[in-house]
């Protein structure tokens, strides 16, 4: 059957379909991969794409990567479209050809249908180790791209359903964990496989030419909704800007700038005001700078609009020059552009966006600083390496809602899991001996901001290697509170060591740890919401009781008296409220 202008109903159905199959390229992915970054934090995304380079169904694991992702396609048409093959898959890892950075691996499976090149599957994930010097990926001292690991352009790494096992070896052998590596590869080649089989059972029920019209009015719909939001914002220029911790090979912050022209059902940001490009790694190529732009644009507009394709980015434009930190030239080093680098872009956005929507963008979120660990598990008797998702942050209040506990950075917009304790533990050489939440972590405000995670776990194993990264460790990069709310506490990480010394770490350092130290670790909390003062003073007991916020916090920020028996004193209240 072939329709020229689907109906409703039908397009209704095949999008949700075609959700589904990313899904289930998910599902894969999450059941056959061995590190626990793929399984239990899920860094990871799927998507599917249309022969034109379209992005028309993704996972939102990960929000960042899958939005850089159309840069990728472009780089892989642009040098096999004359001669993909089915039976094909390519891959690519470099920043600097449509990747966000080199830790990161884009896979790509062509669909062919009755002969025809129609689709492609994708899945995109952070590899446990790309070779290199970095622990997970992750090297502060780089000075250029080069020294963050082994980078490769659009290459076919599969031609008639075969592996170019010559190629793969030669990868593999560069790396420390080629097993965890090569298993995680593999997930993600099923996970293309899989989507590729069940596209084709769709197309053979449906017809090409049925697909391609509704998948039309898929990208034509998604684009009218978000020129109707962009009209909703008065024209003008608004100018916003942030900064990182530092870059990691400095203590400099680095600034990123963002310039917002609003005409009409056009949205333009032109990043050109931010710092140059800097010696360190943090640095923001033009496909992670334009995905960070998109990511601020979903969290400042409405929830309910569509963003799985490419339909939703057609009227916002970004733009920044070259040699900037928001597009470097190579090569210059990149691996914290997906972190610190997104969310000082990020927040640059809202705030420009805030003098625009003003009371519809929500409080900063809490910035990621995380240790990364490897090296050999005694109790497995493996190599092994471990981003440590435990240390989740909070997000910002909205000015309707209290900020949501241990969600995490923006970067994922709560789509990366905390890796479970018990499989912490026994995946790593870790005791946890606490894991709580951090009262006072969330700013105050009307709506509070979401709390951040304290966690102490102790390390069980010698020579293990340490990187401590991201930002959020200053109170000029703590999460910003909106409309009179208070910023949310910056982290705050520090090594106990056997001997009794603390030693705090910074973030973008390697860190020396030895068996019998403790990592202590006060994850950052969310901005604020509106006057603390405003807050309803039952929900200020409630936190109390609940052991979120503390009685002299509730006293002498939200101004309101609570016993020690949990019950609220109304006089004492009214006074220090001023009523």
């Known amino acids: 059957m072939t329709l020229t202008k689907p109906d409703s109903i039908l397009t209704s159905v095949i999008r949700n379909r075609l959700d589904h199959i990313t899904k289930e390229m998910g599902q894969t992915m999450l059941r056959t991969a061995r590190s626990p970054i793929f399984s239990e934090a899920r860094d990871f995304v799927t998507a599917i794409f249309d022969a034109r380079g379209n992005k028309i169904a993704q996972t939102s694991y990960i929000p960042i990567l899958v939005d850089a992702t159309p840069w990728a396609m472009e780089e892989f048409a642009k040098v096999f479209g004359d001669s993909l093959q089915e039976g094909d898959i390519y891959m690519l890892n470099d920043p600097y050809q449509g990747n966000n950075h080199g830790p990161?691996?884009?896979?790509?499976?062509?669909?062919?249908?009755?002969?025809?090149?129609?689709?492609?599957?994708?899945?995109?994930?952070?590899?446990?180790?790309?070779?290199?010097?970095?622990?997970?990926?992750?090297?502060?001292?780089?000075?250029?791209?080069?020294?963050?690991?082994?980078h490769f352009g659009p290459t076919r790494i599969y031609a008639n359903n075969e592996l170019n096992h010559d190629l793969w070896n030669m990868f593999r052998n560069q790396l420390t964990m080629p097993d965890i590596v090569e298993a995680d590869f593999q997930s993600m080649i099923g996970a293309v496989n899989v989507g590729d089989r069940l596209l084709r059972t769709l197309c053979d029920k449906q017809g090409l030419d049925t697909m391609m019209a509704v998948i039309d009015e898929i990208l034509s719909s998604s684009e009218a909704t978000m020129r109707d939001a962009i009209r909703e914002i008065p024209d003008g220029v608004y100018e916003g800007h942030s900064i990182t911790d530092n870059d990691g090979l400095s203590q400099r912050p680095v600034r990123f700038h963002v310039k917002c022209t609003v005409k009409g059902d056009d949205i333009f940001f032109d990043l050109s005001g931010s710092d140059n490009q800097v010696a360190g790694y943090v640095n923001s190529p033009m496909s992670n700078t334009a995905s960070a732009i998109s990511l601020a644009m979903y969290m400042c507009l409405d929830p309910d609009m569509p963003h799985s394709d490419s339909g939703v980015s057609a009227p916002i434009h970004v733009t920044a020059r070259p040699g900037c930190v928001a597009n470097p030239l190579p090569p210059a080093p990149v691996v914290l552009c997906t972190t610190a680098g997104v969310e000082a872009i990020v927040e640059a956005t809202t705030q420009a966006l805030g003098k625009a929507l003003g009371d519809r963008v929500p409080a900063g979120w809490s910035r990621m600083f995380i240790p990364n660990t490897a090296g050999f598990n005694p109790q497995t008797g493996r190599m092994y390496g471990e981003m440590h998702t435990i240390v989740r942050g909070g997000s910002g209040a909205t000015p309707t809602a209290d900020g949501y506990d241990t969600?995490?950075?923006c970067v994922s917009l709560g789509g990366m899991r905390a890796t479970c304790p018990e499989m912490f533990e026994l995946s790593t050489p870790f005791l946890l001996h606490e894991y709580r939440y951090q009262p006072d972590s969330g700013g105050?405000?009307?709506?509070?901001?979401?709390?951040?995670?304290?966690?102490?776990?102790?390390?069980?194993?010698?020579?293990?290697?340490?990187?401590?990264?991201?930002?959020?460790?200053?109170?000029?990069?703590?999460?910003?509170?909106?409309?009179?709310?208070h910023p949310g506490q910056p982290n705050r990480h520090w090594i106990l060591s056997n001997d009794g010394d603390e030693d705090f770490f910074h973030p973008n350092?390697?860190?020396?740890?030895?068996k019998g130290d403790r990592f202590i670790v006060n994850?950052?909390?969310g901005g604020g919401w509106g006057d603390p003062k405003r807050r309803d003073p039952e929900a200020v007991r409630a936190d109390v009781e609940a052991g979120i916020v503390?009685?002299?916090v509730a006293r002498d920020t939200y101004k309101v008296a609570v016993r020690r028996d949990g019950t609220i004193d109304p006089e004492a209240t009214e006074a220090l409220r001023g009523l």
């Open 104 to 150: 990161d691996l884009t896979i790509a499976r062509p669909v062919f249908v009755d002969g025809k090149h129609a689709f492609w599957t994708v899945s995109k994930a952070h590899m446990i180790d790309i070779g290199g010097k970095g622990v997970v990926g992750y090297n502060p001292l780089s000075e250029s791209v080069r020294d963050e690991g082994i």
């Open 407 to 409: 969600l995490g950075s």
């Open 444 to 485: 105050a405000g009307e709506f509070r901001g979401g709390l951040g995670i304290m966690a102490d776990f102790e390390l069980l194993a010698d020579n293990i290697r340490c990187v401590a990264w991201g930002a959020g460790s200053l109170t000029e990069t703590a999460a910003a509170g909106r409309a009179g709310g």
């Open 509 to 514: 350092s390697f860190v020396t740890v030895r």
């Open 523 to 525: 994850a950052g909390g």
């Open 550 to 552: 503390s009685i002299p």
